[in-house]
């Protein structure tokens, strides 16, 4: 495969692998992707992701849609007196949500982590999954716009970003974990991050539940969401979580009824 990547296949229009274990259904052998395709043709013509626990990248994600992450990176990059143009000299994809992917070769991980929010609409992601071109959400593509010659090899302020989100961690701890929307589909199509699966899995069913979707619709989409994770909650741990959450919110509509009934 190019640049040493693992490449999964999601269902057309959505980011996500719904087989056991995810994205982590993924090869860098054409020959191997053919067959498992032939095993499972309701992902043909399906939309393409990358393992990065497995490929010798990582990508800083630039969130356009609701935060101007790349506002922030600007911001970032000239305070470590980086020209912003930089970003342009790597393999960068515009994504379908209207923000960027800016890929960096990364061998020898010595950790598989997904720094989310490092900086406002700015993740940095070297584990999961990630969707690249070609691939279509709703109409909207995932296109390249350099070549895939062009990636440059991981510079310093990469790290610096996650120093930046690791020195933060203690005086944001105090806080209540909350998500936006975007970060819930985001569980979805890329998993529950680790050391956070309970907040995130509670989190998620909360929501899902809230737009009076079924109960074990709500399950099973979490239980998508938990085959992408790195480290998988135990199915009955997922069933507690959604136990609790259930009866959380069914004590909300009863408390609705009972005050406006």
């Not at 991050?193 to 989409?221: C, F, K, M």
Request: proline share 3%; hydrophobic share 35%.
């Amino acid at each position: 495969m190019v640049l040493g990547a693992y490449v999964y296949m999601a269902l057309p229009n959505t980011k996500y692998n719904a087989e056991e274990g995810g994205y982590k259904n993924s090869f860098n052998q054409w020959e191997e992707l053919a067959e498992w395709l032939e095993e499972h043709p309701e992902y043909k013509g399906g939309n393409v992701g990358i393992n990065l626990d497995r490929s010798p990248l990582v990508v800083v994600d630039v969130d356009q849609h609701g935060k101007d992450g790349l506002h922030s990176l600007k911001t970032f990059l000239q305070s470590r007196a980086v020209d912003p143009a930089t970003i342009s000299e790597t393999y960068l994809e515009k994504t379908a949500g209207g923000g960027w992917h800016v890929f960096y070769q990364c061998e020898g991980k010595d950790t598989k982590q997904r720094i989310i929010s490092a900086m406002d609409g700015l993740d940095v992601l070297n584990s999961g999954g990630v969707i690249v071109a070609p691939s279509v959400i709703d109409g909207n593509e995932y296109r390249s716009t350099t070549e895939l010659e062009t990636l440059q090899n991981k510079p310093q302020w990469v790290d610096e970003l996650d120093q930046d989100k690791t020195n933060n961690k203690e005086q944001n701890s105090q806080r209540h974990a909350r998500y936006s929307v975007e970060e819930r589909w985001g569980m979805i199509a890329n998993g529950f991050e680790t050391g956070q699966r309970n907040d995130q899995a509670t989190s998620l069913i909360g929501w899902l539940l809230s737009y009076a979707i079924h109960p074990r619709t709500a399950l099973e989409v979490a239980k998508i969401a938990n085959n992408q994770s790195l480290q998988p909650l135990d199915s009955n741990e997922l069933e507690k979580v959604y136990t609790s959450v259930l009866k959380r919110e069914i004590a909300k509509a009863k408390r609705r009824e009972a005050n406006y009934g």
